[in-house]
């Protein structure tokens, strides 16, 4: 079992960043074979993708509304994922949560997901 925990979130003005959190615990030996994603909703929205890594690879993916905006990142050391977010606008605003995965590929959907923190809010303000 793995337990992710997000933090970072907040209230930040467009143009602005921030950097988000995800600290894993439980099984190391499964952590390792994950990919770990960040995905958002906002209100009235789907959550969508906004980025994954694998753990062991460091292989990345992102969606093209963060792409050059958006780094996904990961510490084996610290066992947290993170997401630096630059450029900040106000479509943005939503709520992000961390979510593993066991696919063995990158993957992009959010049922491939089993694994989520219990989110964190980022607003940006106009």
């Known amino acids: 079992q793995v337990r992710l925990v997000e933090s970072g979130g907040g209230l930040v003005q467009a143009g602005g960043s921030l950097r988000l959190s995800c600290a894993a615990s439980g099984s190391t030996l499964v952590m390792y074979t994950m990919a770990m994603g960040w995905f958002r909703q906002a209100p009235g929205k789907e959550r969508e993708l906004v980025a994954a890594i694998k753990w062991s690879s460091g292989s990345t993916y992102y969606a093209e509304s963060v792409k050059g905006r958006f780094t996904i990142s990961r510490d084996n050391a610290q066992n947290t994922v993170y997401l630096q977010m630059n450029s900040l606008k106000p479509e943005d605003t939503a709520v992000y949560y961390c979510?593993?995965?066991?696919?063995?590929?990158?993957?992009?959907?959010?049922?491939?997901?089993?694994?989520w923190g219990q989110g964190t809010q980022v607003t940006v303000s106009s």
């Open positions: 979510a593993g995965s066991r696919s063995t590929v990158l993957p992009t959907l959010r049922s491939d997901y089993a694994y």
